[in-house]
């Protein structure tokens, strides 16, 4: 089955920039988006298409893709953006999902 | 808004079927694809399957034997049924809208922008 391949831990200081990346073979054909989930509460979309941000987000959130790898990048981070993150695209046919295994993003 | 609420039995037992259905409140159901996702404690996210409302099915592979997803566009809800259940299959459940809001129009697949509280579902005797 496809799998999507993040590291499973993040730590930064305040102000600094968080990047977390997402491996996949299929996703050089799929777009990938990007989901913050904090304790207790449901997923919300943070990055769509690979690199748009949703209506909502602030611009410290960006994406970029390249080649198999995809990238949150979190600039200036900041306490409230400590949560797990987790990449989502699907297979080669597009028709099944699936999820990275997260990352924890700790803020120092 | 649209929103989602999940219900159904908190505890199943083993090898017996777990039922949970998902009303849609704020918008029609109709014309959209829907999606089942669970997460075991301290885990990660699972896509279980998406249902349209034509009914038109999509399984997890991993899954497929044990699900299936059922729509009531009278009732703006849609279901899932998942078989022969195991421990492995506590989990909180959420659903979820299929689409997103990008450059100016929804694209009704490929993310999910709504989602549900989330459900937990022990399976236990």
Known sequence: ??????????????????RITCSGDALPKQYAYWYQQKPGQAPVLVIYKDSERPSGIPERFSGSSSGTTVTLTISGVQAEDEADYYCQSADSSG???VFGGGTKLTVL | QVQ???SGPGLVKPSETLSLTCTVSGGSISSYYWSWIRQPAGKGLEWIGRIYTSGSTNYNPSLKSRVTMSVDTSKNQFSLKLSSVTAADTAVYYCARDGYYGSGRYV???????????TMVTVSS
């Open chain 1, 1 to 18: 089955s496809y799998e999507l391949t993040q590291p499973p831990s993040v730590s930064v200081s305040p102000g600094q920039t968080a």
């Open chain 2, 108 to 118: 009704p697949h490929d993310a999910f922008d709504i989602w549900g509280q989330g």
């Open chain 1, 95 to 97: 028709t099944y999902k």
């Open chain 2, 4 to 6: 989602l609420q999940e």
